[in-house]
């Protein structure tokens, strides 16, 4: 069953924040929107079940009634993994399956984290990313990617990638030619209890935004 709202154009500079702890209660939710955020990014497995901390559909409802937009990423793997093509269509279809399981609709960002790969090659990398989008497009969602440390890749690779939609870690990481940043993750602390990471939204070079869930 689809969660409420609509999918929308992020605003701009609007303050959100991604953590891996649940938003145990729309009171939280709440306490987060009067602090003055604005949106949740929360976390999808890539095994066939989500873990107990990972974003449920009770939590959705948590932070949309909260006055929060949402929006989705998959865990990373684990460091010096190895990216095929083959791994990004089976994540992109798990990462497409949970979001769809939990009521994300159509048209929202849902972000591959990219970070931590290393002895593998540069196309390896292009393949598992391109891999990802093709699955996560074919379920009707917005394949974005984020963009970590030792990715191997350059800024003018991640421009060739097909995805229209550029979240920057606080890693040092490169700029994207042409078109820029969407999301951009600024810092981390501990806020109402939960350890996140502050992130902030803009309109990239091209005219893109990030395209989360609202009520």
């Not at 990219?114 to 393949?127: D, F, K, P, R």
């Amino acid at each position: 069953m689809p969660l409420p709202g609509q999918a929308q154009s992020a605003l701009m500079n609007a303050r959100g924040f991604d953590c891996n702890t649940p938003i145990p209660s729309v009171a939280v939710a709440t306490a987060f929107f009067n602090s003055g955020y604005r949106f949740c990014i929360r976390y999808l497995s890539h095994n066939q079940q989500q873990d107990s901390n990972d974003l449920s559909t009770t939590e959705a409802n948590h932070i949309l009634q909260g006055g929060l937009a949402l929006m989705a990423v998959q865990h990373v793997r684990m460091p010096s993994w190895m990216p095929t093509g083959a791994l990004g269509t089976s994540d992109g279809q798990l990462a497409a399956q949970h979001a769809s399981a939990i009521g994300i609709q159509a048209g929202v960002n849902v972000w591959c984290d990219l970070e931590g790969v290393e002895n593998t090659t540069a196309q390896n990398v292009i393949n598992y990313s391109n891999a990802w989008y093709d699955a996560v497009k074919a379920a009707g969602l917005v394949p974005g990617i984020y963009v970590g440390a030792d990715i191997i890749i350059s800024g003018q690779q991640l421009f060739a990638l097909k995805f229209q939609h550029y979240w920057k870690s606080l890693s040092n990481v490169p700029p994207i030619p042409v078109r820029g940043y969407q999301m951009i993750q600024t810092s981390g602390g501990t806020v109402h209890g939960i350890g996140i990471d502050n992130d902030m939204t803009q309109t990239d070079a091209k005219g893109g935004q990030a395209q989360w869930l609202s009520l």
